[in-house]
């Protein structure tokens, strides 16, 4: 029976007649099962079809690793763009001599060949900062032409393995922060979107210097250099040549954190009778003074017993940071000299603390508007508010 070998056909036993004590109840007409399934049968070979009609895509992932003749030393390259592909692979393993079998026609190898280490030293990031120059020969074989490479390098593969990706602002402070922390002598950044200059980094370097007061023990000289010159992912180069040999840098970094610590756990500081701003302006003051000659740094002061404005303002920074209480070194101008001074925060909000200033009753708090009165001037914007 058709209805029968229907139904054995989706999984299902053969229908059995109903016959002495079998009930029929329950049990579809044989008649129906085999029109319903003669009707889907009809649908999906006539009108319904057409829901099977529809345009598709397939996805792969696109693979970064050219393709290989078995030996990951010798690539394939079928097109420009994979021989550029196979030159920047070479050069982010640091492959120094590599064969690229080109299956071009006769008239493109030369071309292609010119034009790919032409863009992969001037173009590519990494390319454009780590590589010298490459030189090729090529030898045709029978069904594709061989280009033996020879990559010229002007950075270490240590230099090269240092690279940080950085995006923004932020991250870029941060990572300078850090090479000024450790008297890291260059710092490289791999950058998205980066579309400033030098003047832009060495600010940042600035910035980064003044965050971290202890470590700042004389600004360093700053070298940028950016590769290549425009696109969209860039290398920043930054050299960073201190006024001190690093080893010089790490022992007075050790002797400003010991005296810091040992002021921070004065009782006065530990429970001030006053605010903790002017606490620990009035501690860190005891027996030592403003000289408008004096060294620049916080060792300075505590070396020497004097300091000028940024030295005195790099101090106050440092301490704070022990104590856990918001605080920068603030720069500008005081009647049209060049002077440093600190910005607290206290609970009344932030206010302005210059320890260069002489004052009867000792350090003074100030709003923006009063120290405006006084004669100085800063970059607007580039401190918290004094409200």
């Known amino acids: 029976m058709i209805a029968d070998n229907v139904g054995a056909a989706f999984g299902r036993p053969p229908h059995t007649p109903a016959g002495p004590g079998r009930a029929a109840k329950g049990r579809p007409y044989r008649g129906a099962r085999l029109l319903a399934i003669l009707t889907a049968a009809a649908l999906l070979l006539t009108g319904c079809s057409t829901l099977l009609e529809r345009d598709y895509t397939s996805v792969t992932p696109h693979s970064a690793v050219p393709a290989t003749e078995g030996d990951p030393s010798i690539l394939r390259a079928d097109s420009y763009q994979e021989l550029v592909n196979a030159l920047i692979y070479f050069i982010n393993g640091g492959v120094e ?52 490479l020879d990559i ?52 940042l370097v600035r910035q ?34 201190y006024p001190l040999e690093p080893s010089q840098l790490e022992e007075r970094h050790r002797e400003l954190a010991q005296a810091l610590e040992e002021l921070a756990r004065l009782p006065e500081l530990l429970s001030p009778a006053e605010p903790p701003a002017l606490a620990a302006a009035r501690a860190l003051m ?38 856990e209480l918001p605080c920068q070194a603030a720069g500008g101008e005081l009647e049209g000299e060049p002077r440093f001074w600190n910005v607290v925060q206290t609970q009344e909000g932030w206010r302005h603390l210059d320890l260069s200033a002489e004052h009867p009753e000792g350090p003074a708090l100030y709003t923006d508007a009063q120290l405006a009165e006084l004669g100085y001037a800063w970059e607007e914007g580039g401190l918290p508010a004094c409200g």
């Open 97 to 148: 001599e590599g064969v690229v079998r080109l299956y071009t026609g006769a008239e493109q190898v030369e071309a292609f060949l010119s034009d790919a280490c032409l863009e992969v030293v001037q173009e590519d990031p990494l390319g454009a900062y780590c590589v010298e120059f490459i030189k090729y020969t090529v030898d045709p074989v029978v069904t594709y032409f061989e280009a033996k």
């Open 152 to 203: 010229t390098y002007r950075r270490t593969r240590e230099q090269v393995a240092t690279i940080v990706q950085a995006t923004g602002a932020a991250a870029i402070r941060g990572e300078l922060r850090t090479a000024l922390t450790t008297f890291a002598p260059e710092r490289a950044l791999r950058i998205s979107y980066f579309e400033e200059d030098e003047g832009f980094i060495r600010e």
């Open 208 to 241: 980064a210097y003044y965050d971290a007061p202890s470590f700042a023990l004389g600004m360093p000289e700053v070298a940028v250099s950016i590769y290549p010159n425009s696109g969209r992912q860039r290398i920043v180069e930054i050299l960073l040549t």
């Open 286 to 323: 005891e027996g030592r003074g403003f000289d408008p000659q004096g060294g620049n740094t916080a060792y300075d002061l505590f070396h020497a017993g004097a300091a000028d404005s940024e030295g005195l303002a790099l101090a106050y920074a440092a301490l704070c940071q022990l104590m």
